[in-house]
Nanobody, 124 residues
Framework: QVQLVESGGGLVQAGDSLRLSCAAS????????MGWFRQAPGKAREFVSC????????YYADSVKGRFTISRDNAQNTVYLQMNSLKPEDTAVYYC?????????????????WGQGTQVTVSS
């Protein structure tokens, strides 16, 4: 059973930075995309960023472009989301997810495995 465990969330002030980590275990598929999504209270879950394990393509939501950076450490089986210049509107539960099949990496419906989420709260 694939397991994804997020960490690194917390309470910060606007303008601060956080780095989220997603440790993956039992991922044995050859073609995997790792994604970060977030869900704010009363809102639908939304795409934040994604990256392929094999390297290359990274995608970002317009709302985080230029502030967030996704990266991976294949040796550690870990994906990171570096979040800089945080804003109150970034407040949400952040989820790590793994997609092993076809379909757009921008849609949460195409992801097969999910972590439990980590809370990020940005105060103004």
């Amino acid at each position: 059973q694939v397991q994804l465990v997020e960490s690194g969330g917390g309470l910060v002030q606007a303008g601060d930075s956080l780095r989220l980590s997603c440790a993956a275990s039992r991922l044995t598929f050859s073609s995997i995309t790792m994604g970060w999504f977030r869900q704010a209270p009363g809102k639908a879950r939304e795409f934040v960023s994604c990256i392929r394990w094999s390297g290359g393509n990274r995608y970002y939501a317009d709302s985080v472009k230029g502030r967030f950076t996704i990266s991976r450490d294949n040796a550690q089986n870990t994906v990171y989301l570096q979040m800089n210049s945080l804003k109150p509107e970034d407040t949400a539960v952040y989820y790590c997810a793994a997609k092993v099949g076809v379909g757009s990496p921008l849609s949460d419906r195409n992801y097969d495995y999910w972590g439990q989420g980590t809370q990020v709260t940005v105060s103004s």
